[in-house]
């Protein structure tokens, strides 16, 4: 796995400056603070990112979007219903080798980012297939969802699958095929493998979304029966960036206005930090 620290059986990645956990989030993380510093120090990150107190009955600020059943076509609504059987016969769905999605994923991948609001930019063609490569199968799998009639590669799904749970990591649909559901015929197909076929404790879409903006996790409480599990967020930082975002939490509505890609990325600091706030304050209440 490219980029981990493993520390008392617990994966971190490095991403965006942050370092963050990627065991499934309902496994409990206990860091004293000098193991945090030391976390720290180790990965050059300017903030540790992590989940506590799985599936609350709270409601936080802080949530993963899961599903941990699976009814079939009976839990769906007859409009989604309709949809997924007529997505399954124009699309499909099967699990992909790494490979074929460096080979035919990039199109999918580069075409997706034209439908986001983002500062994040798209890798190029060799940084996604040697990204796609390097992923350890042990942990990594993917779904390809791929036209019945001439085989192009419509959508795909990135997913992490550790201690009998699958994270659907990365969903990348290409716009120019959304009329024929794609996206309805790969959750359907990947809640069926997970859930019924291997009896998963559950899927999930990750955390809510901060740095760009995202229907997808709306769409899967819509219209496949996923749910908000609440949990409390805890941020620890280098003592440089605490300074900078304590500083500036009184202009977060302020920077959030400015467009400039500097500017963006502090805004999601500044998000980011509002949210740990509310979680830790209805944890205490």
């Not at 749910?227 to 202009?251: E, G």
């Amino acid at each position: 796995m490219p980029d981990y620290i493993e520390h008392n059986n617990i994966f971190w990645k490095k991403y965006q400056g942050a370092l963050i956990p990627e065991n499934p989030p309902h496994v409990d993380i206990d860091l004293s603070k000098k193991e945090q510093q030391e976390l720290l120090e180790q990965s050059g990150a300017w903030f540790l990112r992590w989940p506590s107190d799985w599936d609350t009955e709270k409601s936080t600020s802080w949530w993963y979007v899961i599903k941990d059943d699976f009814q079939g076509m009976e839990e769906l609504s007859k409009n989604t219903r309709s949809k997924v059987r007529r997505a399954l016969k124009r699309q499909k769905v099967d699990l992909a080798s790494a490979k074929e999605i460096a080979d035919e994923g990039y199109e999918v991948y580069q075409q997706a980012f034209r439908n986001y609001d983002t500062f994040l930019k798209p890798m190029s063609r060799k940084e996604f297939s040697d990204y796609v490569l390097s992923l350890n199968p042990d942990y990594w799998e993917f779904f390809a969802c791929r036209n019945a009639e001439d085989g192009a590669m419509t959508a795909y799904s990135q997913n992490l699958v550790m201690d009998h749970t699958a994270e659907y990591k990365i969903i990348k649909l290409h716009p120019d095929y959304l009329k024929d559901y794609p996206s309805y015929a790969l959750i359907y197909t990947m809640n069926e493998e997970y859930l019924q076929k291997r009896d998963m404790k559950y899927v999930n879409d990750g955390a809510r979304s901060i740095s760009h903006q995202t229907n997808i996790q709306q769409f899967l409480m819509d219209k496949f029966k996923f749910r908000k599990a609440f949990t409390t967020l805890n941020l620890t930082y280098r003592k440089p960036l605490k300074l900078v975002v304590s500083s500036l939490m009184p202009f977060c509505s302020l920077i959030g206005k400015i467009k400039a890609r500097p500017f963006q990325r502090l805004s999601i600091l500044l998000t980011q930090e509002a949210l740990y706030r509310q979680s830790q304050k209805s944890k205490q209440q």
